[in-house]
Every structure is written in structure tokens, then in C-alpha cells.
């Protein structure tokens, strides 16, 4: 050998443990090459671990020496691991050198070379030892942070809306970001915007995520102070409490999983509902032939414009036609129907009250219940360990069983998180619902396009029908049904028998409204 290659690697958990230096190896290296008269042409210094051959420094000496393999003789590692941990990389990249007239040196080893048969089985013993030490403390490591898992403590790097405390190690909320990861699984519970739609007012407000990204957020229990424990070779996955705050209740999760999963689907805008000039299209139905309407706008040579909803089907059979601005005026009146008034707020108060205090002790007992059936599969849970500590019962069997039972512990563990959500302050929400029932239509007049889209939308889920300068519906959003029903009680009905109206409120018919 005339001219070499210096390589020395060493790992971060490496220099922490063993204290492995590479200063130290370049300088076993530099006085082995002085003692026998062999010039180092480059020096690669490499910070990073051996289990993969894909290293930085790695990569930029091979091209070196393969650029240079007429005027290079040789790589020198102190020893083999430090080339490589992996015994069928090592094998491959010296047989690969050699082939280009370049030997691999270590100074503990000698020359690697796997092709002479008295070196092959003791260098194949030394890389494979190398390889099994690479191994036993990558599974160390994995069984440790499954352990700090198993304790609540998540060890990866923290989601959106956490930071990792640099002392504890454990997550903490994020200051604004995670109000806005909270702000974001309300708005999309709601089931009136997608995801997208939700995605890009976080990121106005500092939340910067690509779709699948924020899609993946919506679905993390990290969220709800849960860890996920993956599953490892024989051992099942699991969920437990974690050590960190929870910053989106249960509740909010599991409805946002509802919407994800279809059984609430989001609200969706129509995909040609871009002009603001008409905010009904897409919630107007023909009353000739059923078709939804849509429309457009027609300019005359005075620079006027008439904007006019349709049906889709004109040029075919349809020729129904509807003045927009006209539509536009007597929705404005319809709406004022449903703007209760003080009496009514009063009484819907009382009602709510009510009915709220009703459906909670109704969740209270079925919490309960649910929590019994928890314990009751936990014990099946211990039973079954037992029984296999006893050796009562097979491999196969065991792991079948305790993953049915895993299964319906979770599904139990979600069905309660639905019952345990903290009951919600009833003045703050009644105070904003009814103060835009008092102001509907004034509210729905200076919208953005956008939300009066999306307000149509959720107080008419089952379309409109504008005909004869009246709306009819079949469905009209069950509050709005109640409030009118209120309405028509205090003026119908003598005092003792308006407490009950809110039970007799029948669901709103073809009739329209009185304008």
C-alpha cells in the first residue's frame, strides 16, 4: 500500500456509551500509515450510524475512489464495524473495492478480503458479530421506548401543537398553535365544512400543514392525552392514558371520527357554486320537474347585468326560471320567521334546560354501564394472562383471544369517552344561539358569500322550493322547527300547556311560511 483512504465513523449513542472517538482512530491510522510509508490522500470523518450503508461520508468516499481507483490503493478503518455493521454490506462493498484493485485495511482485522478462503469464516465471524451487537441494541432500544410508551410517555417527535419539555421529556401544549389544532377538530365536528376547507383557515391562523398531513392530525389520539403502543413482535398493540395534557376533549375527537368515517358527512359547497351573486344555487330545487337548480346571469348592452336561477334541464323539457334578486328579497322576509321573540327565548331557555338535565342523567347511567362492561373484559384480560402463565393454554389460542378482547376493551374505551364529556356551559351557548335567532336575517344579509351559503345549508339540509313568491321545504334543521312551533304556542296555547310544547313539536311540513 502507497496511498490511502482515512475513514473513521462513530455514532452519537456510541461516543455516549463506549467512548469511541473519531480524533482517536484518525490518529491510529495516521501513525500506522507513518510507521509503513503510506501516504493519506483524504481523510472522511463520518458522524453516523453503521446499520445502513447509505452514509454521507460513506457515499462521498466511494465516488472519490471510484473516480480515483488507478492512483488509490487502499481505505483504512480502524475495524471492521467501523466500516460496516452489517455483514452481507461489508461483504459486498470490500468484494466490490477489490474488483477496482482497492483493499479494504483494518487495523485490527487486516485486509478484508472475503474471496481468500482462510480469512472468509474469521472476518465473516467478526462482521457478523458486529451485525449482532448492531441488532441487540437496536432491540433494546425499541423495547425501551415501548416501555416509556407503556408508561403514557410518547418518545417520538412531538405532532403539531406540542413541544417536548427539554427536562421531562414530556409533551406540553404548544401556546397558540395548539388552540388552533383545537379550534381545528371543532370546526370540522361540526360536519358543515371539509377538511380542506378547515385546513386552510388554520394555516391563516399559523397551522401550516399539507392535506394528508392535517388529515392524519384529525385521526392522532395523541390529541385526546392517549399513546398509541404499536404492536412488536409478540406483544399486541394498545392504548393507554398518556402523561401529557389533552388539548381536544373526547367527545370532539370521536365526532370528528364520525365525520372522517362517513357517518356524518361534512357539508359540501357545490363544485360550480362560485359566483356570489347567486348563494342559493345548489339549495334550490325545481318544483316542476325536482331537479336542483342552478343558475346564471345574463348581461345587456348597458353593461347590466340579471342574475336568475334555473333548472339543469332547460334545454331539454325545463324551462322554470326564477328571478334571483326577487328570490333573494323574500328569503330575507322568510328567515324573520323564524326570529322568535323574547318570550320565546325565554321559554326555549327553560326548555333546553331542561332537556339538557334529562339527557344527562341519561348519560351518566349508560357511562356507567359501559364502565361495568370495561371492567368486565379487563378481567376476562387478566383470566386469560393467568391462564397462560399456567400454561393452560396455547401460543395461538392466547394471541387470539387477548386481541378480541383488546378490541372490545377499545371499542368500550370509546363508546365512554362519549358519555364523559364535561358537561358544556348552557348560558354561553344559549346566549350565542339565540342572540342569531334574534337577528337571522340581518346576519344572513351581510354574510360573506361563503357563509350564507353554508347557513342555507344547515337550516334547510333537505332544499328549497321557491314557487309563487313562497318557500316550501321538507325538512327544516329541528331548532329552527322547535322555535317556530314555541312561537306559534304562546299564541295559541294557555300558559299550562306550553311547557310541553317542546315534546309535541311536530316536524316541519310542505306548508310554507306565513310572510
Known amino acids: 500500500m502507497k496511498k490511502a483512504i482515512l475513514y473513521a465513523r462513530v455514532s452519537t449513542d456510541e461516543q455516549a456509551e463506549k467512548g469511541y472517538s473519531r480524533e482517536e482512530q484518525v490518529h491510529q491510522i495516521r501513525r500506522f500509515c507513518s510507521a509503513n510509508n503510506i501516504e493519506v490522500v483524504k481523510e472522511y470523518l463520518e458522524d453516523f450510524s453503521a446499520k445502513t450503508i447509505n452514509r454521507p461520508e460513506l457515499n462521498n468516499l466511494l465516488a472519490f475512489a471510484y473516480d480515483k481507483k488507478n492512483s488509490i490503493d487502499a481505505i483504512i478503518v480502524t475495524k471492521i464495524d467501523r466500516f460496516s455493521r452489517n455483514v452481507f454490506d461489508a461483504y459486498n462493498l470490500a468484494n466490490q473495492l477489490s474488483r477496482q484493485n482497492i483493499k479494504v485495511y483494518s487495523l485490527a482485522e487486516g485486509v478484508l478480503d472475503f474471496t481468500e478462503t482462510s480469512k472468509f469464516l474469521p472476518l465473516l465471524i467478526q462482521a457478523g458479530a458486529a451485525q449482532h451487537d448492531n441488532m441487540m441494541r437496536s432491540d433494546n432500544t425499541k423495547r425501551g421506548m415501548r416501555q416509556a410508551m407503556k408508561k403514557g410517555k410518547f418518545v417520538a417527535k412531538p405532532p403539531k401543537g406540542y413541544i417536548k419539555n427539554k427536562e421531562t421529556g414530556i ?7 395548539a388552540k388552533v389544532v383545537t379550534w381545528a377538530f371543532e370546526q370540522y365536528s361540526k360536519g358543515i365544512y371539509s377538511a380542506e376547507e378547515v385546513r386552510k383557515d388554520a394555516e391563516q391562523r399559523g397551522l401550516r400543514l399539507t392535506k394528508q398531513s392535517f388529515l392524519d392530525m384529525l385521526s392522532n389520539q395523541l390529541y385526546i392525552g392517549k399513546v398509541l403502543v404499536p404492536a412488536y413482535k409478540d406483544e399486541q398493540e394498545e392504548l393507554v392514558e398518556g402523561l401529557h395534557e389533552a388539548i381536544v376533549d373526547e367527545h370532539t375527537f370521536y365526532t370528528v371520527q364520525d365525520v372522517l368515517k362517513g357517518k356524518r358527512k361534512p357539508y359540501k359547497q357545490p363544485k360550480n357554486a362560485v359566483n356570489e351573486a347567486l348563494p342559493l344555487r345548489g339549495h334550490l330545487i325545481c318544483p316542476q320537474c325536482g331537479k336542483v337548480l342552478t343558475g346564471s346571469i345574463n348581461k345587456n348592452g348597458h353593461g347590466g347585468s340579471f342574475p336568475y336561477y334555473h333548472c339543469q334541464q332547460q334545454k331539454y323539457a325545463c324551462n322554470h326560471r326564477v328571478n334571483a334578486d326577487n328570490a333573494h328579497i323574500v328569503l330575507q322576509k322568510y328567515l324573520q320567521t323564524f326570529q322568535p321573540s323574547e318570550e320565546v327565548i325565554e321559554l326555549f331557555k327553560h326548555v333546553l334546560a331542561d332537556v339538557f338535565n334529562t339527557k344527562d342523567g341519561d348519560r351518566l347511567g349508560r357511562r356507567r354501564l359501559v364502565e361495568v362492561k370495561i371492567e368486565e373484559v379487563r378481567g376476562r384480560i387478566n383470566n386469560m394472562d393467568d391462564k397462560f402463565a399456567d400454561g393452560n393454554i396455547s401460543d395461538e389460542n392466547y ?18 369517552a362519549t358519555f364523559t364529556k364535561v358537561s358544556p356551559d348552557l348560558n354561553k351557548y344559549v346566549s350565542y344561539s339565540t342572540g342569531l335567532l334574534q ?3 340581518e346576519y344572513y344579509t351581510t354574510a360573506t358569500f361563503s357563509t350564507k351559503h353554508k347557513l342555507i345549508g344547515v337550516i334547510f339540509p333537505e332544499k328549497l322550493t321557491f314557487s309563487k313568491n313562497e318557500y316550501y321545504t321538507t325538512k327544516t334543521n329541528e331548532v329552527f322547527s322547535l322555535i317556530c ?18 315534546s309535541e313539536a311536530p316536524p316541519a311540513g310542505l306548508e310554507p311560511a306565513t310572510l
Open 171 to 177: 409533551m406540553e401544549a404548544d401556546g397558540e398553535i
Open 399 to 416: 394471541s387470539r383471544i387477548i386481541k378480541r378482547l383488546k378490541d372490545e376493551e377499545n371499542e368500550l374505551i370509546m363508546q365512554h
Open 439 to 441: 337577528n337571522l336575517s
Open 485 to 502: 312551533s314555541l312561537d306559534k304556542g304562546l299564541q295559541q296555547k294557555s300558559p299550562a300547556k306550553i311547557a310541553r310544547l317542546y
